[in-house]
């Protein structure tokens, strides 16, 4: 577990009740500090999904392998704006969807370092030069097993947060996300309790998008970089 003196001198406010009930969550300042020394979070929205969270910029196999095996195996990277037009990154959908699914890009893989590129060291890698801001479009082949999820201006959300909390660690602006499953109920989405078991049993950090948005982090814009 992280102290929560290594995390960024940022004041944490109450969260926003969110649907179901967690009687234990963790100051986003705490969660940034885990984030920061390469250990993933979970990260509640206001739509009641949970996410697996963790800093782009350290993804390894055992840390993506641990997402597929806890999450749905729909590994995605959130990126700013610019990320995704600097990467040439369009939308997986031609029409202007403004809900989650509108967030999506073309799915992508490395092009050079991997094989099939669904194994979790070839998605590692993956997600590894999405958040290099050197990396260029030439880096990537289309489509690929790696959902780029645009974070957007304007609007608060799980991808939104999870990309403040990992640069508010620190990291480039880019973050592994992956929803959790149930273990209670196969086919489901783990609820705010089993998250919050869940949590506990690996030692992880939680905290919700409305913990983030209250810390006054400034999230992600069209400008930002």
Same mark, same amino acid.
């Given at each position: ?7 960024? =001198? ?19 300042? $705490? ?11 979970? #990260? ?7 996410? #697996? ?12 392998? +641990?997402?597929?095996?806890? /999450?749905?195996? +729909? ?11 600097? #990467?040439?990154?369009?939308?997986? &959908?031609? +029409? ?18 991997? %094989?099939?590129?669904?194994?979790? =060291? ?12 050197? %990396? ?5 082949? $289309? ?5 780029? #999820?645009?974070?957007? /201006?304007?609007?608060?959300? %799980? &991808? ?10 620190? $990291? ?25 078991? +869940?949590? %506990? =049993? ?16 400034? /999230?992600? &814009?069209?400008?930002?970089?």
């Amino acid at each position: 577990m992280i102290s929560a003196s290594a995390a960024p =001198a940022i004041t944490a406010y109450p969260a926003r009740e969110s649907r179901g009930q967690i009687r234990s969550v963790a100051a986003p300042t $705490r969660a940034a500090a885990a984030l920061a020394a390469g250990e993933p979070v979970v #990260l509640l929205g206001d739509d009641g999904l949970g996410w #697996l969270v963790s800093a782009a910029d350290r993804a390894a196999t055992d840390s993506v392998g +641990f997402l597929i095996r806890h /999450g749905s195996g +729909f590994v995605s990277v959130a990126l700013t704006a610019p990320a995704c037009e600097r #990467l040439w990154l369009p939308p997986m &959908t031609p +029409f202007g969807r403004s809900g989650p699914a509108g967030a999506q890009r073309v799915a992508v893989d490395a092009a050079r370092g991997i %094989s099939t590129g669904i194994s979790a =060291a070839d998605r590692a890698h993956t997600a590894r030069l999405l958040a290099d801001p050197d %990396s260029g479009p030439d880096d990537f082949t $289309r489509p690929g097993h790696v959902i780029p #999820l645009l974070a957007r /201006g304007g609007r608060w959300g %799980s &991808t939104e947060a999870a990309v403040a909390l990992v640069a508010s660690a620190g $990291r480039p602006p880019a973050a592994v996300a992956c929803a959790v499953v149930s273990a209670r109920h196969p086919g489901e989405m783990a609820d705010a309790d089993e998250l919050e078991a +869940f949590a %506990s =049993a690996h030692d992880l950090e939680l905290t919700t998008s409305a913990q983030v948005a209250g810390c006054g982090w400034v /999230g992600p &814009t069209s400008r930002s970089a």
